[in-house]
T-cell receptor, first 119, second 109 residues
Framework: DTGVSQDPRHKITKRGQNVTFRCDPI?????LYWYRQTLGQGPEFLTY????????KSRLLSDRFSAERPKGSFSTLEIQRTEQGDSAMYLC?????????????????FGAGTRLSVL | LAKTTQPISMDSYEGQEVNITCSHN???????ITWYQQFPSQGPRFIIQ???TKVTNEVASLFIPADRKSSTLSLPRVSLSDTAVYYC??????????FGTGTRLLVSP
């Protein structure tokens, strides 16, 4: 088990630039989640995929945000025209999810996150 | 999704047992109770999950009374490395997780 991997760990960008983050989930996990966390707060849900299908998006995910999981494996989260308010830790999680089966299978395992700073 | 209430912070000393209680009065029949631990600049780490009664693993115990309106995470003999934020979450486990602000545990020598 190599765990959930996120790249890069840190990203500094100027306002107005586009950024892209990558998440590699635990192999065989069919669900992949993106969360955002700001200082002093718990993570907030952004979106999730089951295989390659994006099943839910939060209202936090404005039109400047787009997430993909083209082959049902790794995922990318792109932010266009970044704003200072986008500065946060972006977390990815994966789970061996489903609508049935033991709950223990559906635990979400998180990566270390990508910390974005928009100047 | 059931709302949870837990203490903002707790202090302890090395070697003591720490109990963090979470209230979830509106828990639904299908909801599970899950606890995560988070260190600074890291993603949350799963600690334990339960539905009712008591669950124990190698790092913690989870006590859930019969009415399931609260739960208590018990950390035996804490060490300095247990200093972290602990989140109590309630929901249907294969859906999105809804985090509160968590409990900041500070373990001192």
């Amino acid at each position: 088990d190599t765990g959930v991997s996120q790249d890069p760990r840190h990203k500094i960008t100027k306002r107005g630039q586009n950024v892209t983050f990558r998440c590699d989930p635990i192999s065989e996990h069919n669900r992949l989640y993106w969360y955002r966390q700001t200082l002093g707060q718990g993570p907030e849900f952004l979106t999730y995929f089951q295989n390659e299908a994006q099943l839910e998006k939060s209202r936090l995910l404005s039109d400047r945000f787009s997430a993909e999981r083209p082959k049902g494996s790794f995922s990318t989260l792109e932010i266009q025209r970044t704003e200072q308010g986008d500065s946060a830790m972006y977390l990815c999680a994966s789970s061996l999810g489903g609508t049935s089966g033991r709950a223990i299978k559906n635990i979400q395992y998180f990566g270390a996150g990508t910390r974005l700073s928009v100047l | 999704l059931a709302k949870t209430t837990q203490p903002i912070s707790m202090d302890s000393y090395e070697g003591q047992e720490v109990n963090i209680t979470c209230s979830h009065n509106n828990i639904a029949t299908n909801d599970y109770i899950t606890w995560y631990q988070q260190f600074p600049s890291q993603g949350p780490r799963f600690i334990i999950q339960g539905y009712k009664t008591k669950v124990t693993n190698e790092v913690a115990s989870l006590f859930i009374p019969a009415d399931r309106k609260s739960s208590t995470l018990s950390l035996p003999r804490v060490s300095l490395s247990d200093t972290a934020v602990y989140y109590c979450l309630v929901g249907v486990v294969f859906q999105k997780l809804v985090f509160g602000t968590g409990t900041r545990l500070l373990v001192s020598p």
